[in-house]
C-alpha cells in the first residue's frame, strides 16, 4: 500500500519569507498527490493535486507544488508566506481507487 | 454551493453514552468518507462508502463503531457504548470516485469523559 512521509513536524518562517514543505511517498505506479491545508478548528481545504502531465502543478493561496518522480517527492512551495497561512498542511498519496493516505502533517508558524 | 456539512460540531458525552454523527455529502458527490483525527495518530481512515455501499470499512477500530449511509444525501457514524479514547475529531469527506480528489467537512469534535 502507499505510504506518505513528511519529515518535518513544525516549520516557522517569517512574513514575506519563502516557504518549502517537504513530502515523500512510496508507491509503486504513478500516484495521485495532493495537498491540504487545516487552519484551527476547520476542515481540511484541498490546495493542488497532481495527477499526470505537468509536474508543477499550482494551487490556490498562491502555492505550487512539484512531482519529482526520480526523489519520489511532492514539495510543496511559496514565494512569499503570509501571517495567514500559519496552519497545519497535510501531504496525501492515492492509487486510484479512493485509497487515500495522509502524512502526520507539518505545523507553519509564521513570524511578525 | 454548500459544502460537506456535518453535525454536530462539537460533543461532550460521558462514557457509556451513545453518540451519533451526521453528514451530508455534496450534491453529487458518490463517495463518503469518515476520518478520525488525533494528536497520537493523525487521520486514519475509518470507512468509506461508494453509491451508498460500504467499501471499505477496515478502519473502524472496533464492534462499538458503526455507519450507515441510508441515501446518497446523508450518513451517520455511531459509536455504542463511546469511551474515553473515542475523544477526536471525526471529519466526513466526500467524492466523485472517478476523480480521486475529496473535499472535507469542519469536523465534528467529540469529547468523551
Known sequence: AQSVTQPDIHITVSEGASLELRCNYSYGATPYLFWYVQSPGQGLQLLLKYFSGDTLVQGIKGFEAEFKRSQSSFNLRKPSVHWSDAAEYFCAVGAGNNDMRFGA????TVKP | DAGVIQSPRHEVTEMGQE????????????????????????LELLIYFN???????SGMPEDRFSAKMPNASFSTLKIQPSEPRDSAVYFCASSWPEQETQYFGPGTRLLVL
Open chain 1, 105 to 108: 502533517g507539518t505545523r507553519l
Open chain 2, 19 to 42: 453518540v451519533t454523527l451526521r453528514c451530508k455529502p455534496i450534491s453529487g458527490h458518490n463517495s463518503l468518507f469518515w476520518y478520525r483525527q488525533t494528536m497520537m495518530r493523525g
Open chain 2, 51 to 57: 453509491n451508498n455501499v460500504p467499501i471499505d470499512d
